[in-house]
């Protein structure tokens, strides 16, 4: 029995946070089965020697009767600032039998008042490559220093001649004139005695964007300030309990550097003949340094970065091939499409100019086709400086790519030249899924790679093109494929403040969140993430706090979509099912269809969350409403058994919107006929949410079914919110098998298809397109159905009364050719880890059930009709009724296709055959 993995704010030993009740969560390990926790007590002390005495001389929770072990809100003396606070918790089991006290963790305080903040927001005026410079003495020993910073765009900050900390194109984007968020290093370790030089680097980022980059793009681009600017403090202790502090003030120095120019699409062009070689050490002679101007306060809450994971360089790729395509023209393969950038090493004369340019594909002639970045140019240029081996990454920029071309390199470079750095927000991995299928399998890899390079501290659509948007939908379809592979509490929590800065106070979301694109209003479809995100992170973190912070939003929000809606019919949209196949705005499902349900699921959502937060008559309101929308939704939608929308209406609009010729003839051909207005999207979605009366949900799944089998062949038809819900439903109505035909299929369109073409990644849209304007080669809004493999094919499922895995439910599917499944997850409550595999004879079913939850285990009959099933080796099921009762197991219950069991916590190894001899 064990207390382990103790984290506060999703975060182990977070650094500078700025939680008031900061909320503790721990793991309880315990191999016995059943185990649960029934109490815990928490101490927090000031000093670690307290807790060793098991003494909290700020918070003693005393022994509180209770399972919850995430979450668990501080509730002490008020804390400080800047102070370092150490806690250990222990637990009671089942039998009351206390656990020892879990080794100490810590959390340390940031700043919890504005006041705390003494320096002056700094900048070096519009020069290129901003240096800023601040030189100090210590004269005695150090015990503890800490800077705290902010600097937008973006910053790297130095001391004595190294670079503070790991993060990279930090800090994470926000609306700078709502938040602003700060980081806390230790910076301890690189303090000297006598003279230091603390030295800070801006880049643009998206605060203070270029010009041509403001002019050219489509939407509004804000520019925050004409510059860079930076608040820095540096809190020095002494051993003698003394303490220093350096601000960013006027008496700082500045300087441009060798940055000549960094946008975040366009790249960064860096000169190493202007390097200010030893600049950020204290013996640098700044003599012709200007003094740091004082900057504007860019207007948002200094918040901290500390329970949000930065942005970091996760791995590192060497590059599969280099080829030769004209004299001095290279280009290298890195095999894998990512978010990121390339490291140069490099040795030639003074002055020589390399050009790196990104991209994700190639011509079929092998050159660069850089058409999927659309505008941004995605090009770094360095000028050596000549002094032997130099090493170039750029600082203030990321591309999506998998090639990387250079030209200029002095003589003929290796295939070592340059080394693939992977960036991406620094998400600590969560699950694992690995099947029998190698498709799946490489379905699974591509969606992976895609949601890193598309967690940017933002949830990005794309990393590669003049974009790079927090587009709503794109990140909800894909929160749960998210929340299985990685752990995303943190992120969207970050994420969810982001939205509420961006709401307007009659309610309306944007479109992108930050609003660097004021598109205002969301379509309903993208709106709906300010209820789904938080629903998500409820649902799969336990966390409540989540949903009560985000309340107020989805008030506002539904509010909005009220005054929207006449007679409870919501027509308003934009994007509708976006991208399915062949087109951008699809012509089988109306938008408002899409709307009008989104509509419902927004309010419907809310009166549940409103009775979870205790607002009965809230929620009954939101039902009533519900009700009536849902009315309203078949009232317009469903025609005979269909739910095709309502042809002479919509099309007439989506003409004039088309983009080609062919696209055009496709429609007309559907007015022609309105006959063939068949949508898959529209029974997907009636069917998710029960909308379809009872007497014709036979005939609504049948009617889908015969729309993938017959009109397209077994493939999809939806868009990106088609496609989110088509899995579920396909598997809940009886055609589980059918999901799976479409995910292992390889024609076009399918995922199985993009890989054929090469894709590393998914596309943005069906069809491999290499020259158009809206063919991103890494979207992640068709990548929702890696949950579905875990939820499915692993068959690990959420019970929705039981949010944060307080109970679980597994149900594998055994489908198609799959032979073997084999997933896991780490929850709040610890690893569920699920494995099968089939054999001629016999169905294997490995389980681990966490501490502290129960789950109901359902064992697939495979069709057989009477089944034995034994567990470890004894026998269990005959029969049809329990054989044998063992420990963990509390019931068993067969059903048409299963037999489900009760179990607690541990490790279970089931096996199920066909029961030979028949006999009672
Ligand atoms: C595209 C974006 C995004 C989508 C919007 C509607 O420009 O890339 O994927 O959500 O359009």
New binding site residues.
């Given amino acids: 029995m064990r207390v382990t993995n103790l984290r506060c704010e999703y975060t182990e030993n977070p650094l500078g946070i700025d939680a008031r009740e900061p909320r503790l969560s721990w793991l309880f390990e315990d191999p016995e089965r059943g185990q649960k926790q029934t109490a815990y007590q928490i101490l927090v002390a000031r000093r670690k020697e307290l807790l060793d005495a098991e003494r909290g001389d700020l918070w003693d929770s005393g022994k509180v009767a209770s399972p919850l072990s995430a979450q668990a809100a501080y509730a002490g003396e008020a804390l400080q600032s800047c102070t370092r606070y150490y806690w250990a918790v222990r637990v009671w089991d089942r039998d009351d039998q206390a656990s020892a006290y879990s080794s100490p963790a810590f959390f340390e305080t940031a700043f919890f008042d504005a006041n705390d903040w003494q320096g002056a927001w700094i900048s070096a005026g519009e020069t290129a490559g901003p240096l800023l410079r601040k030189t100090f003495n210590v004269d005695k020993p150090v015990s503890k220093a800490r800077l705290y910073i902010c600097g937008v765009g973006y910053y790297e900050a130095r001391l004595n001649g190294q670079k503070i900390g790991d993060h990279v194109l930090d800090p994470g984007w926000t609306d700078y004139a709502k938040t602003l968020l700060y980081t806390t290093f230790d910076v301890t370790h690189l303090l000297r005695r006598d003279g230091n030089a603390l030295g800070i680097l801006l880049g643009n980022g998206r605060f203070s964007p270029s010009d041509e980059e403001v002019k050219r793009t489509p939407q509004i681009l804000k520019k925050y300030a004409p510059a860079p600017v930076v608040l820095a403090q540096l809190h020095i202790e002494f051993s003698d309990n003394t303490t220093m502090r350096i601000l960013s003030d006027a008496t700082w120095k500045t300087t441009s550097g060798p940055i000549q120019s960094s946008d975040i699409y366009d790249g960064e062009r860096y000169d190493a003949r202007l390097e200010k070689s030893g600049w950020d050490f204290s013996d640098y002679n700044d003599a012709g340094w200007q003094p740091a101007q004082i900057a504007k306060h860019p207007g948002g809450q200094l918040v901290s970065q500390a329970t949000f994971p930065p942005v970091k360089i996760s791995q590192t790729l060497p590059p599969q091939t280099l080829t030769i395509v004209s004299p001095g023209v290279y280009i290298y393969d890195f095999g894998q499409n990512f978010s990121g950038w390339v490291k140069l090493r490099v040795a030639g004369a003074r002055g020589t100019k390399i050009t790196i340019r990104y991209a994700e594909l190639l011509y079929p002639d092998g050159t660069l086709n850089t058409v999927p970045n659309r505008t941004a140019s995605a090009t770094e240029t360095y000028i050596l400086k000549g002094e032997g081996q130099e090493v170039f990454e750029p600082r203030f920029t990321y591309h999506g790519f998998r090639y990387v071309e250079v030209s200029g390199f002095p003589g003929t470079p290796s295939l070592h030249a340059l080394e693939g750095q992977v960036v991406h927000s620094a998400l600590e991995t969560a699950g694992s899924f690995l099947c029998s299928h190698p498709l799946l399998n490489q379905i699974h890899q591509n969606i992976l790679w895609g949601l890193r390079s598309n967690f940017m501290s933002i949830p990005t659509?794309?990393p590669q093109r003049d974009?790079r948007?927090g587009?709503l939908?794109?990140a909800h379809l894909a929160a749960e494929a998210a929340i299985y592979n990685f752990d995303m509490a943190g992120f969207y929590a970050k994420w969810l403040r982001d939205i509420r800065d961006a709401q307007l106070d009659n309610g309306s979301v944007p479109?992108v969140v930050p609003m660097y694109w004021p598109i205002f209003p969301a379509d309903p479809a993208?709106g709906t993430a300010c209820l789904v995100i938080p629903w998500m992170v409820y649902q799969y973190y336990g966390d409540r706090r989540v949903l009560e912070e985000n309340y107020p939003v989805m008030q506002r929000y539904l509010a909005f979509l009220n005054s929207l809606a006449h007679d409870d019919v919501l027509d308003f949209g934009r994007?509708g099912d976006?991208c399915p196949p062949w087109h951008v705005n699809s012509v089988d499902t109306p938008y408002e269809l899409v709307s009008q349900w989104h509509y419902y699921h927004d309010t419907a959502l809310m009166s549940q969350i409103a009775a979870i937060l205790g607002k009965p008559a809230e929620a009954d309101e939101y039902r009533k409403k519900a009700e009536r929308i849902k009315t309203a939704f078949n009232r317009k939608f469903l025609h005979g058994s269909q739910y095709g929308g309502t042809p002479d209406r919509w099309y007439q609009r989506l003409i004039p919107k088309v983009a080609t010729l062919d696209e055009a003839q496709v429609i007309e051909q559907h007015l022609a006929d309105t006959f063939a207005v068949r949508s898959q999207t529209g029974p997907v979605l009636a069917l998710y949410l029960n909308l379809v009366p009872e007497e014709l949900k036979a005939a609504v799944v049948h009617g889908l079914v015969q729309d993938i089998i017959v009109m397209h062949g077994t493939h999809v038809n939806t868009g990106i919110i088609g496609t989110r819900y088509l899995f579920d439903v396909l598997s809940e109505h009886g055609h589980a098998e059918l999901a799976y035909k479409l995910a292992t299929q390889t024609t076009y369109p399918s995922w199985g298809y993009m890989i054929k073409e090469g894709a590393t990644t998914l596309w943005?849209r069906w069809e491999y397109l290499t020259d158009l304007g809206?063919n991103?080669q890494n979207?992640i809004?068709l990548g929702s159905i890696d949950a579905w493999f875990y939820r499915y094919l692993a068959g690990i499922q959420r019970d929705p009364s039981a949010p944060g895995w307080q109970h679980i439910l597994i149900r594998p599917h055994v489908l198609g050719d799959l032979t073997f499944v084999s997933a896991s997850l780490n929850t709040p409550k610890g690893l569920i880890a699920v494995s099968w595999r089939k054999q001629h004879d016999a169905f294997l079913l490995d389980v681990t059930i966490p501490v502290n939850a129960s789950a109901a285990v359902s064992i697939p009959k495979r069709g057989w009709q009477q089944v034995s099933i034994s567990e470890s080796g004894v026998e269990i099921w005959r029969n049809g009724a329990i054989a044998h009762n063992l420990s963990g197991i509390s019931s068993g219950q067969e059903q048409e296709h299963w037999v489900t069991y009760q179990v607690g916590s541990g490790v279970y190894c089931f096996e199920i055959r066909e029961q030979q001899e028949q006999g009672k």
């Fill in positions: 659509d794309c974009e948007m587009w939908a794109d479109d993208w994007w976006w943005e809206m991103s979207h809004m």
